[in-house]
């Protein structure tokens, strides 16, 4: 089950004792790993995949936040500069803010690139290896499936945690239900855009995208499944129908599938018991608003690394209680979620989304800090180089 362990330890002479195991090698238990190992701690990481980049379920736009939490190889991403909204009429506006920008990514491979980091950074990585359940006994968690221990066991497993769930810790309770397709690269997409379409009958609480991604075009659409209404599910068909003039995507080779739920009522509580923590989207760390959650990923799995490792070696204080006070609270935009998901009428969006308080309101979506009127087009220029050598001359 173990492709990235290391040789024997003789400075451990237990060694299936962690002082920190993980459950999940994707965004937020990576960086965690990463950076509680680049601090001295001894950590393992568990996923029940194969292989890291294995059954992708994410989009993985990162915004620039994310980036400013964790460089990735830009030879693994796109740039884009701007994002286009749709009306449901299809009339559009182009957003835009300096300096500015949004990386699509060929997500497999940032994670394969993530997992050799976390690797490299001292870590032991466990693939195929499912988390089925723990317990504490004597300030030790146990995982007697596995035939492990730690210290402390960080549960980044996911939005539908079974870390959560054995610890009867808090759990997501309120989801949009994302379904993506990713389609050979095809120049009919404008490669300078988010392609986001606003239209209540086909996305309700959400939208549908078209992306110019890193080597290939990702179609996709998310709908709530919250409280207001019978449980939506949805119609892809559908909407690639509804926006193929534009894009001509029955032309294109089907590359892969891909769905999954994205929490969207906020941070769960209780997120922490003794010697155990959630995180990622398993403590609720995605925006309602605009369904992002790997910048959150980043940023506090990367900083509950630094928590644990405090805690563990210098006394400092519970990782639970320090979280508590630090993770998001989202109160407004979960609020602004839940009025979405009620489904305005298509006609009022259709007149209302060319409206300077609209338009505004748009802005301050996708650029948050940076909103104000809609920008200018930014000049364009070369991002990927895939030659590395420069002539030396
Ligand atoms: C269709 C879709 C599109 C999205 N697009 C974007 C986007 O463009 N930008 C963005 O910022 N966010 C996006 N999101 C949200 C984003 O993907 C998540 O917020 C992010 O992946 C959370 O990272 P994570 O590490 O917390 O959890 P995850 O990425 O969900 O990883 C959890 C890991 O835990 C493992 N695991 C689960 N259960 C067990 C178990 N019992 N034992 C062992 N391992 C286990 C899984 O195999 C997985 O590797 C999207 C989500 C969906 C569903």
């Known amino acids: 089950m173990n492709n990235f362990k290391k040789k024997p330890d003789p400075r451990h002479p237990n060694p299936h004792h962690y002082d920190l195991i993980v459950v999940g090698a994707s965004f937020a238990g990576l960086i965690a790993a990463r950076t509680a190992a680049h601090r001295g701690l001894r950590v393992a990481v568990i996923d029940a995949k ?3 980049g294995a059954r992708v379920r994410t989009t993985g736009i990162l915004v620039k936040e994310a980036v400013e939490e964790c460089d990735i190889p830009a030879a693994l991403t796109r740039k884009i500069h701007g994002a286009r909204l749709y009306a449901p009429n299809h009339k559009h506006i182009d957003l835009f803010a300096p300096g500015y ?29 499912r988390y089925t ?48 397709t990713e389609y050979e690269e095809t120049p009919t997409v404008d490669p300078d855009y988010l392609h986001c379409f606003l239209d209540t009958k086909l996305a309700p609480g959400y939208l549908g995208w078209v992306v110019p991604g890193a080597g290939m075009t990702q179609v996709g659409l998310a709908v709530s499944n919250g409280n207001f209404s019978a449980k939506r599910k949805p119609d892809y068909d559908a909407f690639v129908k509804n926006i193929d003039r534009h894009f001509a995507l029955w032309n294109c080779e089907v590359k892969a599938k891909r769905s999954g739920p994205i929490p969207c009522g906020g941070v769960v509580k209780p997120l922490s018991t003794h010697r155990v923590l959630l995180t990622g989207d398993a403590a609720g760390l995605v925006s309602p608003l605009t369904a992002g959650g790997i910048r959150f990923a ?19 204080a519970d990782p639970g209680l320090v979280m508590a006070r630090e993770y998001p609270r989202f109160g407004l935009k979960t609020w602004m979620r839940r009025a979405w998901s009620a489904a305005p009428p298509n006609a009022l969006i259709n007149a209302a989304l060319f409206t300077p308080p609209m338009q505004a309101l748009a802005q301050w979506i996708y650029f948050q800090k940076r909103g104000g009127l809609v920008s200018e087009k930014p000049e364009r220029r070369p991002h990927n180089h895939q030659n590395p050598f420069r002539a030396f001359s």
């Open 50 to 52: 194969s292989e890291p």
């Open 101 to 129: 920008y949004f990386l699509a990514t060929d997500t497999p491979a940032v994670m394969r690139w993530l997992a050799r980091e976390t690797a490299r950074a001292g870590a032991d990585l466990f693939f195929g290896a």
């Open 133 to 180: 359940g723990a317990v504490v006994i004597d300030h030790q968690v146990r995982l007697p499936d596995l035939n492990l221990t730690a210290d402390y066991l960080l549960g980044a497993d996911g939005a539908k945690s079974r870390v959560a769930e054995s610890f009867g810790l808090g759990r997501n309770s309120e989801f949009l239900i994302g379904m993506e």
């Open 298 to 316: 980043f940023r506090y799995g990367r900083r509950v690394g630094a928590v644990i490792s405090e805690y563990l070696q210098d006394g400092g």
